[in-house]
C-alpha cells in the first residue's frame, strides 16, 4: 500500500483536527471527531511495529520460559513452559501473533506467581527476569502522546 | 431531538405543576464523563406572572458505560455536598422509570461559561492558574474526606465498610472485573494485585465519602483558575480517604505529559495541600499502595471499556480511546509504583 499506511492516518488525523473538527457542531461532534483522529494516529503508530512487536516479545518470553523451567519446582508448570519455549510464530499475521502473546502472557503469569512463591537464589533471577520483560512489555507498547 | 426536547417539557410540567406552558429548547449532547449521556438544554415557562427560564443538565443512562453505577447514589452524592464547602451542582429531579426519556436519568442545574477539559487547563489563560487550581483541587478533596458521611445523609444510601475493611472491598471488586472483563492477560496488574494482597495498608484513618473519579477533567474551572463545581459522582461510596487521593495522583492524569499530577503541580506539593486541607497523614507506605490501587482500578475501568465495545455493549468510541491510549501508561505506572521502572 503506497502511500504508506502510517503516512495516509497521520495525515487524516490532521485533517480531521485542523479542518474538519471547527467546521462541525454542536461540540459532542466535535469531541466524538476528535476522538476518532486520536486513534487514527494511534494506529498511524502502530501499524509500522505492530508484528515486530509481538514477534519479538514471543520470542523474549519463549527464551525466558527456557531459562526458568529448569528452576520451577512445579512439575506442571515446568512441562508447560518447555512445551511452550518450543512453539513458533509460523503465521505473522498481527491477530495469530497476538493470539500466540496471549497464550504465553498468561504462562508467564503463573509462573511468575509460582517463581514469587519458591525460595532460592536462582528463583530471585528469574524473578528479576520476568520484571524485566514486563518494563520491556511497556516500552514496546508505548505510544508517543501517552500521559507516562 | 425534537421528541426528546417534548419528553423532557411534559416530565418537567408533571414536576413543577405551578408553572405553566413548560418548552425545552436548545437541546444539546454534551460530554460529560463517560457513565451517562449528558445533555445541557433551555426550559421556558411562566410562573406567578413571569416569563422564567432555566439551563439544565439531563444525564441519562445509556445500555452500557464505561463504569457501571447506581443513579441513585451519584443524584445522592450531589444533592449531599451541595452548599457545602465541597463546590457542586444543584441536582432537582431523580427519575428511576425508563417510559418518560427511554431510560433513567436525572437532571441538575448548568453551571453556565466553564470547562473542564483536561487540554484545555494546559493552555493559556488556564496555564497561568496551575498553582491556584491545584491548590483548590486537593484542598476541595481534602474537605471532602471532613465531611462526616451520616451528616450528609449518605449512610445507608452508600454501603457501610469498616476502616480495616476499606482495602480489602475496594480491591475484590477491581480484581473481579478484571477477571470478568479482560480481554488480554494483565501480567504486571495480577502481578501488582499479589504484592498488595501480601502488603495490606493499614485501616482507614477515618471512613468518608471517596468519590471514586477524583481527577483533572471532572471539576469545573473558569479563567481565572476558580474551581466551581466537582462533577462526575458515579463511583462515589464510603471508604478510605487515601483511594480519591491516590487516583488523584494517578500517572495516567499527567495531562502534560510530565511529572506534574493531574497537569498541575508535582506529587509532593499535592501531598501537603492534601494533608492541610483534610487534616490526615498520607503516610508514604499506605499511600503507596492506594496509588498502586489507582493503576488495579484504572487497568479494570480500561478493560471493562474494551470489553464492552468488543462485546456490542456500546460501541462509543471513548470506550475504545481510553483503553488505547491509557492501559499501557496504566501498567507503566505500577512498575514505576512497584519500584521496577528505572
Known amino acids: ?148 | 431531538m425534537a421528541s426528546l426536547e417534548a419528553e423532557l417539557a411534559t416530565y418537567i410540567q408533571s414536576k413543577m405543576p405551578e408553572a405553566t406552558g413548560v418548552r425545552v429548547d436548545r437541546l444539546e449532547q454534551i460530554s460529560g464523563g463517560a457513565s451517562r449521556q449528558t445533555y445541557r438544554f433551555r426550559v421556558s415557562y411562566q410562573h406567578e406572572s413571569a416569563e422564567r427560564e432555566r439551563s439544565l443538565i439531563l444525564r441519562r443512562d445509556p445500555s452500557a458505560s464505561l463504569i457501571d453505577t447506581d443513579r441513585r447514589i451519584e443524584f445522592a452524592a450531589y444533592r449531599a455536598f451541595f452548599k457545602t464547602p465541597v463546590p457542586v451542582p444543584e441536582v432537582l429531579w431523580l427519575e428511576d422509570d425508563p417510559r418518560h426519556l427511554g431510560s433513567p436519568f436525572f437532571i441538575g442545574v448548568e453551571m453556565r461559561g466553564l470547562q473542564t477539559a483536561p487540554s484545555m487547563m494546559q493552555r493559556e489563560p488556564y496555564a497561568a492558574h496551575h498553582q491556584k487550581i491545584a491548590e483548590q483541587k486537593w484542598s476541595i478533596l481534602g474537605e471532602i474526606a471532613k465531611q462526616d458521611p451520616a451528616r450528609l445523609g449518605l449512610v445507608g444510601t452508600m454501603e457501610p465498610v469498616k476502616p480495616e475493611n476499606c482495602w480489602k472491598r475496594e480491591l475484590d471488586y477491581w480484581e473481579g472485573v478484571l477477571d470478568s472483563d479482560e480481554l488480554i492477560p494483565q501480567p504486571i496488574m495480577r502481578a501488582a494485585i499479589r504484592w498488595m494482597r501480601r502488603n495490606p495498608p493499614p485501616p482507614a484513618q477515618k471512613v468518608s465519602v471517596v468519590h471514586g473519579d477524583y481527577r483533572t477533567g471532572n471539576f469545573l474551572y473558569d479563567e481565572q483558575g476558580r474551581i466551581h463545581g466537582i462533577l462526575d459522582w458515579e463511583m462515589s461510596h464510603l471508604g478510605d480517604p487515601l483511594e480519591d487521593f491516590g487516583w488523584s495522583l494517578n500517572r495516567v492524569w499527567c495531562w502534560a505529559q510530565d511529572d506534574r499530577r493531574g497537569g498541575l503541580v508535582l506529587r509532593d506539593q499535592a501531598i501537603a495541600i492534601w494533608e492541610k486541607a483534610s487534616g490526615l497523614k498520607a503516610a508514604p507506605e499506605a499511600l503507596q499502595w492506594w496509588e498502586l490501587f489507582a493503576t488495579v482500578k484504572g487497568q479494570g475501568i480500561w478493560v471493562s471499556s474494551a470489553h464492552a465495545w468488543e462485546t456490542g455493549e456500546n460501541k462509543d468510541p471513548i470506550l475504545v480511546l481510553s483503553s488505547w491510549a491509557l492501559m499501557n501508561s496504566q501498567d507503566r505506572a505500577a512498575l514505576e509504583l512497584m519500584g521496577h521502572l528505572r
Not at chain 1, 34 to 58: F, K, Q
Not at chain 1, 133 to 143: A, D, P
Open chain 1, 1 to 148: 500500500m503506497r502511500p504508506g499506511v502510517q503516512a495516509v492516518f497521520q495525515k487524516m488525523a490532521q485533517d480531521l483536527v485542523e479542518r474538519v473538527i471547527p467546521a462541525i457542531s454542536p461540540s459532542y461532534h466535535q469531541g466524538t471527531v476528535g476522538m476518532i483522529a486520536a486513534m487514527l494516529a494511534m494506529v498511524s503508530e502502530e501499524w509500522d511495529r505492530a508484528a515486530s512487536r509481538r514477534a519479538e516479545e514471543n520470542d523474549r518470553l519463549r527464551e525466558l520460559f527456557r531459562d526458568a523451567a529448569p528452576v520451577v519446582e512445579n512439575a506442571d508448570l515446568k512441562r508447560r513452559l518447555l512445551e511452550l519455549a518450543k512453539t513458533q510464530d509460523r503465521d505473522l499475521r498481527v491477530s495469530a501473533l497476538e493470539a500466540n502473546n496471549c497464550a504465553l502472557r498468561v504462562a508467564l503469569i503463573d509462573l511468575h506467581s509460582k517463581i514469587e512463591r519458591q525460595k532460592g537464589p536462582a528463583a530471585r533471577k528469574v524473578e528479576d527476569a520476568i520484571w524485566k520483560e514486563l518494563v520491556r512489555s511497556t516500552e514496546r507498547r508505548r505510544f508517543s502522546t501517552a500521559p507516562f
